[in-house]
Each structure stands twice: as structure tokens, then as C-alpha cells.
């Protein structure tokens, strides 16, 4: 059913929520204790086959492709609801796949999906594990660990700050290393692991990047004019507008707040360029590194502290009662787990256990 070739061991099934259908990959037996894993921009629940494999027999994976994403049926993100169309999709797939109570596990934008997750969903989370998230703050146009936006209107963020070279050439299914700012294979391998790794499934993972659904209400994503630097602000669909600070309104107060709250583990590359405090994904670092002309300087937009950010909230959540650990992954990049999987499965598992 997975239009991605899958890893002896992966299940693949779609199944049917009252939201959408939802292609889901599995792995182990079907009444293992449920880790869901969650999956980050340009890429699909693909890049959790080998993680999922290394789960002790005990545990059950379930990987889907998020909404826009790989082979799930496609239906638009309403970004104005922040990350919540992803939550209740969730939400709907775990009553579908009789899931009462699960680990749950967000990379990237998963990780700013699983921030929203934890409070939505309550008692049914076991415990929750953070890969390089992005800031529950969102991402772009917000400065300080409190996440103040730089402009009211949120203006570099959002659809517009998209390279459109890059939705372009995945669009077309570009596997060429032709376009060395926005060939598909070049960023992954630039960007998503430490160069010079090269995964062994490079072309399945590349697969998995260009499974996302393109277009102006997909991604990159609608924006408007802004006249703020640098003259773009959010739209209203897609993912990366989504995760614009502009829509993330009052949920990391209930992340913040929620109860019962879920051990949490945070694992990141020691080397990540995409999620950082100095990301060369960030107009704020751009702007600052003269790649992006008319930088207001720091005082009004500065590089975003994004890894501050987390670790602000996260030690607000543990100041509420609850308990976190931030383990970094030397020598790797974005996608740690895709580097070092032995070493990734060795801290989940041990995070999964210490919580059951």
C-alpha cells in the first residue's frame, strides 16, 4: 500500500478516521504497548522504519504520515488552527486504532505537533520524546525565550520565506544535485545529517521528502505582503504557515499547564543547522549574515533562540511537577536518528521503560 518501498518488518495500511484516511506504517505485535511516532517537514513516516524496528518486542510502532503528507489522503491544513488539524488527526487515529494510552514521539515539526499533543490528549500519554522540535513558540519571527514576536504580524514567517525553488523541484520529482541551494537531495544531505553522512536508504528517504503535497494552499503555503522585514507575513494553509508564532496562541501556556504530565526526553544533533539558536533556516541568522539585504539588526530582529526557547518551556513544565532530560547526540545533524540509530534507540527505549 506504501508508495515507498518499506524495511522487512513495516506493516503498511490505511486507515479510515472520521477526519481523513490516514496511511499508517507498523511494526511489532498488535497488542505491544503503542509508540506513535511523528514525523517532520518534507518527509513521512518512512524515516521511523529503522527506529520502530529496534523497539524490544514489548512495544508496538506506529508511524503515519501526517496530513500533506506522504500517502495519507490529501485534505488541506487550516494553518489559522496552528498545529491542531495534525492534533485532532491524531487524536482521531489512536480512537480508530484503539490506542487508550501511548508513547508518543515528534521530530522537527512532530515535535511542535507533540508540544500541542500533550495537553489535548491528556492521560492517554504515556510519555512523550522530543527529536530537534522545533520551538513550541514556532518557527521564525519571534526573539527572547519568552517568544515575543519581532512584528505583530509575525512577518518573517510562515509560507513566504520559502525558497520556491525547492517546492518546485520536488514538485518534479528532481533527484539531481543540479541546484546547489535547492535540489531535494542536496538539502537533505546538506541539512537534515552532519555531512559527509550519506544514509543507506538515501533514495527512499529522498522518496519520503518529496512525498509532500506542493502548491500555494499546500506547501510552502500562502503569505502576504508585509511592510515589515522582510516584507512577507504568514498566509492561512499549509504547513509552514502552521508553524508560524502568528497561530500558536495560547498553547504552550497549556503545554505548560497540562496534567497528568508525561516523563519527556529530548534528544538533539549536536551539529542540527535547521533547529538551532543560530538556524541558516531563520531570517534573523540570514539577515544577520548579510544573505538577506535590510536586516533591522538585533534589537528588533534577532536570530530566533529557538533551542533556548524549548529548553525555557521545558523548564517551566518541570517547575509545574513534571520531568524532563535533554540528551545530546554528538557529531550529528537534524535527523539523529537516521545518524545514530543504535545510540537513539538506546535513549528512547530506555525513556519508554523508565515510564511504563
Given amino acids: 500500500m506504501s508508495s515507498i518501498p518499506t524495511l522487512p518488518g513495516i506493516t503498511s495500511q490505511m486507515i479510515a478516521t472520521p477526519r481523513l484516511k490516514i496511511h499508517t506504517l507498523t511494526s511489532g505485535p498488535a497488542t505491544g504497548v503503542p509508540v506513535v511516532f511523528i514525523h517532520g517537514n518534507a518527509a513521512s513516516a518512512t524515516f521511523w522504519e ?36 495534525w492534533v485532532d488527526d491524531l487524536l482521531a487515529l489512536a480512537l480508530a486504532m ?51 514576536p519581532c512584528y505583530a504580524d509575525c512577518a518573517g514567517s510562515g509560507g513566504g520565506v520559502v525558497n520556491p525553488e525547492f517546492p518546485k523541484l520536488m514538485a518534479a520529482g528532481d533527484r539531481s544535485s543540479d541546484n546547489p541551494q535547492a535540489s531535494p537531495r542536496v538539502v ?69 499547564a497540562t496534567q497528568p504530565k508525561p516523563p519527556i526526553l529530548w534528544v538533539r544533533g549536536s551539529d542540527d543547522q535547521i533547529v538551532s539558536d543560530t538556524s541558516f533556516f531563520d531570517l534573523g541568522t540570514l539577515g544577520k549574515l548579510g544573505f538577506v539585504p535590510g536586516w533591522p539588526g538585533d534589537e528588533v530582529y534577532p536570530p530566533q533562540p529557538m533551542v533556548g526557547q524549548t529548553r525555557a518551556v521545558l523548564q517551566k513544565y518541570a517547575a509545574g511537577g513534571g520531568v524532563y532530560w535533554e540528551k545530546v547526540i554528538a557529531d550529528t545533524g537534524h535527523v539523529p536518528y537516521i545518524e545514530k540509530p543504535d545510540e537513539f534507540a538506546g535513549l528512547l527505549v530506555k525513556h519508554l521503560q523508565s515510564a511504563q
Avoid at 524496528?53 to 494553518?79: C, H, N, V
Avoid at 500541542?116 to 504515556?126: D, F, H, K
Fill in 50 to 85: 529503522e527506529i520502530m524496528l529496534k523497539l524490544p518486542a514489548r512495544f508496538r510502532g506506529l508511524a503515519p504520515d501526517l496530513r500533506g503528507y506522504g500517502d495519507t489522503e490529501d485534505k488541506l491544513i487550516d494553518a489559522t488552527r496552528g498545529c491542531s488539524d
Fill in 188 to 256: 537533505m544531505n546538506s541539512f537534515y545529517w552532519k555531512p559527509p553522512f550519506r544514509p543507506t536508504r538515501e533514495e527512499d528517504l529522498l522518496t519520503s521528502l518529496m512525498s509532500e503535497k506542493v502548491g500555494p494552499d499546500k506547501y510552502p503555503g500562502d503569505f502576504v505582503p508585509s511592510a515589515n522585514w522582510p516584507g512577507v507575513g504568514p498566509g492561512v494553509w499549509g504547513p509552514i504557515n502552521a508553524v508560524s508564532p502568528k497561530y500558536v496562541g495560547d498553547s504552550v501556556k497549556r503545554f505548560i
Fill in 98 to 148: 484503539k490506542l487508550p494510552r501511548y508513547h508518543v514521539v515528534g521530530h522537527s515539526m512532530g515535535g511542535a505537533i507533540t508540544f500541542n499533543l500533550i495537553p489535548a490528549a491528556g492521560a492517554s500519554i504515556l510519555s512523550a520524546t522530543l527529536v530537534d522540535p522545533a520551538s513550541p513558540y514556532g518557527f521564525g519571527g519571534s526573539k527572547g525565550l519568552d517568544g515575543a
